[in-house]
């Protein structure tokens, strides 16, 4: 009797599907090396053959009963060497299956934590799922992204035309009270189709019907909706949850981790990223640090510039006395960060910026060097358009008093450059911000008043003071699709994607619920969206194009292009639908401009901008800003992809478990060493002891060497290329790390800065490899003789050298193949206040500490710096709020 279904581990019973059979016995046989002997269909079909005899539409087999038959057939044909090999991967497979239900606290997996590697489903049971008081995991990944997309859908009830009015003018009866008193009442009393809404979906559905109701648009009231939702007249929307959970829990979406913990919880806060303002009084800066330990009691983390503050040393009226400075203040958001601990096991994070003509500039510059000191902070210096001039002539750069507006003092604009790219050397910190380049095309100038001076902890979101951001990462990887023998990047589905995380971002700012009122009055009145990418270098290993080639600059051009316009086209669908941002007539798009810098390259275009224009101007748009480029430490880990727009950092390196010790590999270059049968522990072993590159071995084929290359393995210039490339297209900013080998110089650093600024990057995140006093992850070797000298790219020297072209004073600063061997000594601004902390006998050498970093959460020692953010590679553990 021919067999037509299996009964799977879980009990389900599926149809049977004779290619998994096959595949099975395919990996067994290329993992000893036989595939151009052994023939696996022909063995898969004498595997069937056999369980026909036994098996029928009367007795169903089960997989333990078919992968016995495929021993058997393995044997009996004499094949022992690819039995063994099955037999390995069959202890192989129980095995993870255990390891998974340890992890889940589970007896039994259903299909849904079959879909995700042992590495993400330990990122969701340390970081996600929620647990008891015991710290047991009582949530599985079935039931985390149903509670996620039903928070996502439930908006679109209350903008279904039956219910919404977008012009406004009514006046409905609410009743909301009955609801809000006794919620317990109504958990999973109500549901859309299959899935009920528990107490707290209810409750942020009941807020933002309130909200809307007030604004006049909710044309019946909550009563008569209720009873339309028990009716089911709302179950259509049972597939929009469908698809919201279909797009998780098949890795191709991920919105951001304060939504993954918070949707569907009492917390409801949704946003990762908040910014603030602070005046030059002791009350503005109080009310900053409480506003600080609100949001970062909930799970946010914040960003301020603090130029405002009158510089150490001012005078203070009321006193008389003499001022401490911003950096004393920002001592005491740091602390409050320290005390107000997200989730027990993570700090706040936050941006701390100065503009670079403020006079303590020097002070906070060097405030990091101090191993311990502001911890949970990033710092950026605030660089406008102003110094250039002053660097470029080599004059003095006046610093201003921002109480008097006055001219404090002057400092050499070329040695307080120095000292900024030398302390970015010595501990990684102070990042840049290129403020010129934020404002170049921001389209809200007019409608806020003033121009952008302020971003998220990373970078990637520059924010007006109490505005935040919703964010979602796309994981490009998954839009492969095969073409005969050749594999193409799936347009019309990454299109479609695009289009319904635009909605669901949309969706969660209205079901937010900010922790401070100002953020929620602020972050509705532009609906800013931040769509991302994720799994970019995965996507590239796929198509068999190297990371820094110009066909890969064109992929990410073509790939970020997308991902903006088609959002923009969302917003435009939406804003027909529910109105356009509050400011946007007020906006500089109702003139046809956007904010971003490939709109003015029309030689660049690959898709119909023109167009776009005139239905944004027609249409208007629901949301002010559409995309940006995100860390995705630990959701690219749920997602089993590489980490946002970055390379990868390490083909291979070794994890160590309680267990003993196995090797983390790339899936991509996993299935490629497969397919050559050169996955074995020794091949894995002298990658990961190779830096967890292949460049420089030789039994790996030359094609490979070409197209698995690792973060070391690109030159710093192709780093910022590839960030360059990809912000043209982008109308936020980009959180990337642009790595840098140990040996580097500041002269290195100083060039990198200048470079990015002119290639219209937003900011600059460099990483040193070895500069933090305790080093983060080194793959697996010691052996520092191993690391090679990276070529920049043909066509990074090609832009360089148009950029040099253009401005002859560049010249004085970019010494690229020159030998740059040489002593670094610490900068000395000229003022008295400067005191770096450094030996002044260092060499230009620096040997990483052999001190580990372990990781506050699980405390692995994998730790890796990507995406500007520091992230476990065991746990997901990330110093930003965001990934």
Not at 63 to 76: A, F, H, R, S
Not at 348 to 363: R, S, V, Y
Not at 644 to 669: M, N, Q, R
Request: glycine share 6%; proline share 4%.
């Amino acid at each position: 009797m021919a067999i037509t279904k299996i009964e799977k581990r879980d009990g389900r019973v599926v149809d049977f599907d004779q290619s998994k059979i096959t595949n099975a016995i395919l990996k067994a046989i290329i993992a000893v090396g036989e595939e151009k002997k052994v023939n696996a269909n022909v063995l898969s079909d004498q595997v069937v053959e056999e369980l026909q005899k036994g098996y029928g539409p009367h007795k169903i087999p089960n997989v333990e009963d078919i992968q016995d038959v495929v021993e058997k057939i393995l044997i009996k044909n004499g094949h022992t060497k690819i039995a063994k090999a099955y037999i390995l991967y069959r202890q192989k497979k129980t095995e993870i299956r255990e390891e998974k239900k340890k992890i889940l606290n589970k007896d039994k997996l259903d299909e849904i934590d079959k879909r995700f590697s042992v590495n993400a489903l330990r990122v969701l049971a340390y970081r996600y799922l929620i647990k008891d008081e015991n710290g047991a995991v009582i949530e599985s990944p079935r039931e985390l992204f149903q509670r996620v997309a039903i928070h996502i859908a439930l908006p679109e009830i209350l903008y279904d035309p039956r219910v919404y009015d977008k012009k406004g003018g009514y006046n409905t009866p609410m009743t909301l009270s009955k609801y809000l008193s006794d919620l317990d009442k109504w958990d999973r009393k109500i549901k859309i189709g299959k899935y009920p809404l528990n107490k707290w979906h209810l409750e942020r559905f009941i807020a933002a019907y309130e909200e809307l109701a007030n604004e006049g648009k909710m044309k019946i009231g909550f009563d008569e909706l209720i009873t339309m939702m028990k009716n089911g007249t709302f179950d259509k929307y049972e597939k929009v949850i469908d698809e919201y959970f279909n797009l998780m829990t098949n890795q191709i979406f991920m919105p951001n981790t304060p939504t993954l913990v918070n949707a569907g919880r009492k917390l409801g806060m949704l946003s990762a990223c908040f910014t603030l303002d602070v005046e030059d009084s002791i009350e503005s800066i109080m009310n900053m640090a409480k506003d600080v330990a609100l949001i970062q009691k909930a799970g946010g983390g914040t960003g301020v510039n603090f130029s405002k503050i009158r510089p150490e040393g001012d005078l203070v009226r009321s006193t008389m006395g003499k001022a401490s400075g911003p950096l004393s203040f920002m001592k005491i958001i740091d602390t409050v960060s320290d005390v107000v601990k997200q989730g027990g096991v993570r700090r706040g994070a936050n941006m701390g910026i100065l503009e670079i003509w403020h006079p303590d500039i020097d002070k906070f510059i060097s405030a990091k060097d101090k191993e311990g000191e502001y911890e949970n902070f990033n710092f950026s210096v605030g660089i406008w358009e102003d110094f250039w001039e002053y660097l470029a002539n080599e004059v003095d750069y006046p610093l201003l008093n921002p109480r008097t507006k006055k001219v404090w003092k002057e400092v050499n604009a070329k040695t307080l450059f120095h000292s900024i790219a030398y302390h970015a050397w010595l501990k990684a910190d102070p990042g840049v911000l290129f403020f010129d380049n934020i404002n170049k095309r921001n389209v809200l100038v007019e409608a806020r008043g003033a121009p952008i001076r302020v971003t998220n902890p990373c970078g990637e979101e520059p924010l007006y003071p109490y505005e935040s951001c919703n964010l979602a990462s796309i994981n490009v990887a998954k839009f492969i699709v095969d073409k005969g023998k050749e594999k193409a990047f799936d347009w019309e589905s990454f299109k479609k994607t695009i289009k319904l995380v635009a909605r669901a971002l949309d969706n969660l700012i209205t079901m937010n619920k900010y922790p401070v009122r100002e953020i929620d009055i602020a972050t509705k009145e532009t609906r800013r969206i931040g769509l991302g990418i994720m799994g970019l270098a995965d996507l590239l290993f796929e198509l068999n194009i190297r990371y820094n080639s110009k066909e890969g600059y064109e992929l990410m051009s073509h790939v970020a292009e997308g991902l903006t316009y088609h959002a923009f086209e969302a917003s435009v669908e939406m804003a027909k639908e529910r109105g356009t941002f509050p400011l946007f007539k007020e906006s500089e798009y109702v003139e046809g401009k956007l904010p971003i810098e490939l709109y003015y390259h029309r030689e660049l275009w690959t898709l119909d901008w023109d167009n776009l224009v005139d239905q944004i101007k027609k249409y208007g748009l629901r949301n002010a800003m559409v995309t940006t480029n995100a860390p995705t430490g630990s959701i690219s880990m749920i997602a089993d992809t590489t980490n946002g727009i970055e390379p990868v950092f390490a083909l291979v390196y070794e994890k160590k478990v309680t267990a003993g010790s196995f090797f983390y590999v790339d899936s991509v270059f996993e299935e490629r060493l497969r397919d050559l049968g050169l996955y074995n522990d020794e091949m894995l072993k002298k990658i990961s002891e190779n830096y967890g590159s292949i460049q420089g071995i030789e039994e790996i084929p030359k094609e490979l060497h070409n197209i698995f290359v690792t973060s070391m393995d690109i030159h710093w210039l192709d780093h910022l290329v590839a960030q360059a490339v990809l912000q043209r297209c982008i109308t936020d900013s980009i959180s990337k790390t642009i790595n840098m080998p140990n040996d580097i110089s500041v002269d290195d650093i100083q060039q990198a800065y200048i470079i990015a600024h002119e290639m219209g990057c937003k900011g600059v995140t460099v990483y040193r490899d070895g500069s933090k006093t305790k080093q983060v992850l080194n793959v697996l070797s010691a052996k520092k003789e191993l690391m090679r000298r990276a070529e920049p790219s043909d066509f990074a020297m090609e832009w360089l050298n148009e950029i040099i072209s253009k401005k002859e004073w560049i010249k004085r600063y970019i010494k690229m193949g020159e030998a740059k061997i040489v002593e670094v000594q610490p900068p000395v601004v000229e003022s008295e206040e400067v005191t770096p902390s450094v030996n002044h006998e260092e060499k230009k050498l620096i040997v990483p500490s052999d001190a580990i970093e372990r990781c506050p959460t699980c405390g692995g020692e994998h730790l890796v710096y990507e995406a500007g953010c520091m992230v476990c590679k065991d746990c997901g553990w990330s110093e930003c709020i965001i990934s």
